[in-house]
């Protein structure tokens, strides 16, 4: 009989425990399978949508290899923007957007305009910013906002391999502005920069200056 009323004790304690502690129990593995379920439900979400973005660019890529079909190019870009601003695919499909409008020549601004966004959502994109940077700037020259330009290039910091082809570009909008002693010593500063010999474009440029080859 002890051995009885011992079982007896421990099947009450059970029921004891669990009339204080089982809804909190249920809830703790209620939460616990939420956040699994939701967290796969979440990452097929993601994997959905990065296909949907990468469908979408070689939808524009194709449009733009095709080279006549600027509309389908631009209205793929702006669904890109609205639609999958944070990835990868929208920064691209922009950049290649800006190409388009500048090749056309039609109108820089809006290249710039499509230069800026990508440049704004490639932040963590360190190689990339540099390429956006530097077409920004172009566009910013060609549609003759030089000051926006020069500020583009100001925002740079140490661009490594860029510096030079950074420097060359501002000779070129200083000179543009008729700021002749600000543009021989870009042009200069790009040359020091330099790392494959000299540049025969800018020591053309440089001569134009006055600045010989031994300066």
């Known amino acids: 009989m002890a051995e009885l009323r011992t079982e007896e004790e421990q099947v009450q304690a059970i029921k004891d425990w669990w009339k204080k502690n089982g809804s909190s129990l249920l809830i703790g593995i209620g939460a616990a399978l939420a956040i699994v379920f939701g967290w796969q439900a979440w990452q097929n979400y993601q994997a959905q949508e990065r296909a949907e973005a990468a469908n979408q660019f070689a939808n524009l890529m194709n449009a733009y290899s095709a080279g006549d079909d600027q509309e389908t190019v631009a209205f793929v ?24 409008q500048m090749m056309t020549g039609d109108d820089p601004q809006a ?45 740079a ?10 420097s060359e570009l501002r000779g070129d909008i200083l000179l543009a502005m008729g700021n002749r002693d600000g543009a021989r010593e870009a042009y200069l500063a790009a040359r020091d920069q330099t790392r494959q010999g000299r540049n025969g474009v800018l020591e053309i440029k440089l001569a134009d200056l006055g600045v010989g080859g031994d300066a």
């Open 77 to 100: 870009a702006e669904e890109l923007r609205n639609q999958h601003a944070d990835s990868a695919y929208a920064i691209y499909g922009n950049v290649v957007l800006a190409r388009q």
């Open 111 to 155: 290249a710039a305009d499509s230069l800026s966004w990508a440049l704004e959502k490639a932040a963590d994109y360190p190689a990339l910013t540099r390429v956006i940077r530097n077409r920004l700037a172009r566009a910013q020259f060609a549609a003759g906002d030089n000051e926006a330009a020069l500020a583009t290039l100001d925002g």
């Open 157 to 166: 910091g140490d661009s490594d391999a860029f510096d030079a082809i950074y």
